[in-house]
Antibody, heavy 118, light 106 residues
Framework: QVLESGGGLVQPGGSLRLSCAAS????????VSWVRQAPGKGLQWVSA????????YYADSVKGRFTISRDNSKNTLHLQMNSLRAEDTAIYYC?????????????WGQGTLVTVSS | SYELTQPPSVSVSPGQTASITCSGD??????ACWYQQKPGQSPVLVIY???KRPSGIPERFSGSNSGNTATLTISGTQALDEADYYC?????????FGGGTKLTVL
């Protein structure tokens, strides 16, 4: 399973760092993504990191503001979010790619709520 | 940017078959997967690689993908299948989700 943390209330322009701790599997073995869901809205992919950690990918809406990284020694994934905007308000989920590598996410956390408001 | 289109809502009677479509340009050339999300809960993968079911997903869930359309089919729909369903695919190193379909069982 995975467990997200680090969400909270932040002012526009502020920063927040989310974490995703994995248990029961080695996070570095799999690609992992962050997916968010604004209140009452659908799922929106945010960012992904390859199993090796050598490749990172971002949605256009967060490119240049968010940075995904992993700490293999702690079996943890991070999302550094800078220059936050009201439209970044959402539940942020950490999601592990399933083993076939064909693109689905088979393990999701319970999510952590990020609220950007003054 | 690549887009996946789903109908906002689908209704089905208990015991009947529900079909939820997901349309995208040449979607059949990509792998599609489907998630079920109930209110207040995290998404659950119900179909991956177009038609495969993860362990623990009932056999009544099936999927197909050809041409421009992927389809999630729920046979013998039960009340507990009422939820939002999202399709998803990868396109050029980005993940794309459909807008979601609310399945109502009535």
């Amino acid at each position: 399973q995975v467990l997200e943390s680090g969400g909270g209330l932040v002012q526009p322009g502020g920063s927040l760092r989310l974490s995703c701790a994995a248990s029961g599997f080695i996070l570095s073995t799999y690609a992992v993504s962050w997916v968010r869901q604004a209140p009452g809205k659908g799922l929106q992919w945010v960012s992904a990191i390859s199993g090796s950690g050598g490749s990172t990918y971002y949605a256009d809406s967060v490119k240049g503001r968010f940075t995904i990284s992993r700490d293999n020694s702690k079996n943890t994934l991070h999302l550094q979010m800078n220059s936050l905007r009201a439209e970044d308000t959402a539940i942020y989920y950490c999601a592990k790619a399933e083993a076939s590598g064909t693109g689905g996410f088979d393990i999701w956390g319970q999510g952590t709520l990020v609220t950007v408001s003054s | 940017s690549y887009e996946l289109t789903q109908p906002p809502s689908v209704s089905v009677s208990p015991g009947q078959t529900a079909s939820i479509t997901c349309s995208g340009d040449k979607l059949g050339d990509k792998y599609a997967c489907w998630y079920q999300q109930k209110p207040g809960q995290s998404p659950v993968l119900v179909i991956y690689q177009d038609s495969k079911r993860p362990s623990g997903i009932p056999e009544r869930f099936s999927g197909s993908n050809s041409g421009n359309t992927a389809t999630l089919t729920i046979s013998g729909t039960q009340a507990l299948d009422e939820a939002d369903y999202y399709c998803q695919a990868w396109d050029r190193s980005t993940v794309v989700f459909g807008g979601g379909t609310k399945l109502t069982v009535l």
